[in-house]
């Protein structure tokens, strides 16, 4: 049995995920959002590469019920309904919607990962539902590769701690040595033993949080380092997030 983590998309190739049961992190913000978005009654996610692409497949779905969604440097994106806060995505905004979203790593990261066999999206405000998805597979089929969406095609210690609460919890009662981790997956591991299981301490650590703090939106911060406030588990198919 194994479990990898992979610190950014970069790492992922169709050898790495390809057949794979992925979970992909992005907590700050994107997958935050979206998992508020589907407690809150959306419909489907669409996740783009980019605000152009956004845009053009909004056109493409020629829909009322379509809402454009995303951040670039953080704020809303000029002409899009909403910017990329789980504070936004009220019932009354999102509810029946399909939204479909660009924001700066989360939801490209969705695109490199088209060839795995499942891919979930995992978050603090869903954690324990995630994790335990994730392990049902995992226990079937012995693999789970982790895909941190990471900030600038670079490590973001957000993620990366994120990583290590699903490795250790999709692990979590089995035998000494009966679960391979890959370098990244002993790496976020110990990003737990440092943290703990304080969310709220490991993410406000990570320049991403300072960042938005910053930029005003701690609310947000404070909104996505609240475990378990969801019971559900999102998941990504034929280029579209879904509740299964
Ligand atoms: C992203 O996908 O890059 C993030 O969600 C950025 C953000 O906090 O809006």
């Known amino acids: 049995m194994k479990i990898s983590v992979f610190f950014t998309p970069l790492a992922v190739t169709q050898n790495t995920v390809g057949g794979a049961t992925v979970l992909v992190i992005d907590i700050l913000r994107a997958n935050t959002t979206i998992v508020t978005a589907f407690a809150n009654g959306a419909r489907s996610v669409v996740p783009a590469a ?49 939204l479909v979203m660009s924001t700066t790593n989360g939801t490209a990261a969705y695109q490199t990962v088209n060839s795995a066999e499942t891919v979930i999206v995992g978050a603090a405000v869903n954690f324990t539902a995630a994790a335990a998805y994730a392990r049902e597979i995992f226990d079937a089929n012995g693999e ?5 969406s990471g ?9 990366a ?54 930029a005003g939106y701690k609310n947000d911060i404070d909104a996505a380092t609240e475990s378990d406030v969801y019971d559900i588990v999102p998941v990504y198919k034929n280029k579209l997030i879904a509740l299964p």
């Open 151 to 159: 900030r600038e095609k670079q490590f973001a210690l957000e993620d």
């Open 144 to 148: 789970l590769v982790i895909v941190c």
């Open 50 to 98: 980019a605000a152009d692409e956004a845009i053009t497949l909004a056109q493409s779905l020629q829909s009322e019920n379509t809402v454009l969604v995303g951040e670039k440097r953080l704020e809303p994106i000029p002409g899009f309904a909403l910017g990329n806060s789980p504070l936004e995505m009220t019932r009354e905004v999102v509810g029946g919607k399909t």
């Open 161 to 214: 701690y994120t990583a290590g609460r699903f490795a250790q919890a999709v692990a979590s009662g089995r035998g000494r040595g009966a679960v391979e981790f890959n370098d990244g997956a002993i790496a976020a591991k110990e990003l737990v033993r440092r943290y703990g299981d304080r969310w709220k301490r490991a993410v406000a650590a990570s320049a991403a949080a300072r960042a938005l703090k910053q």
